[in-house]
């Protein structure tokens, strides 16, 4: 198995945003999150790659735990997030 996030729980302050999301990717696939607006679908991936912690559960990635770890510590094992809002674009006038 490629990616295994196993019975995730992400908070934010003492806000919970996802209960015990678990998915397995292999190697090929591809898995779509499916989910209304609010229900969760960013922070799973926000936790994947580390920029929220979750506070139980665990993610391994090659089988290597990488749960907690930095997200330039993720990046450079080879996970990358295309986020959907940041587009290039001109802020000034
Ligand atoms: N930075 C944050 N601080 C506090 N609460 C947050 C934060 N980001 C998301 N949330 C809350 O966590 C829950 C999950 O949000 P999330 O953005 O993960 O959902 P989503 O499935 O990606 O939604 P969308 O379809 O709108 O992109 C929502 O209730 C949202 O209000
Ligand atoms: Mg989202």
Known sequence: ???EVEKI???YGIF???FQVSLELDKGE???LLGRNGAGKTT???SIIGLNRPRSGCIKYKSLEITGKKPFQIVRL????IP?????KKTWS
Do not use: N
Not at 78 to 81: A, S, T, V
Not at 84 to 88: G, I, Q
């Open 1 to 3: 198995m490629l990616l």
């Open 78 to 81: 080879g996970i990358g997030f």
């Open 16 to 18: 919970q945003a996802i």
């Open 30 to 32: 591809v898995v779509c």
């Open 84 to 88: 959907e809002d940041r587009a290039l």
């Open 9 to 11: 729980d992400t908070y």
């Open 44 to 46: 799973a991936l926000t």
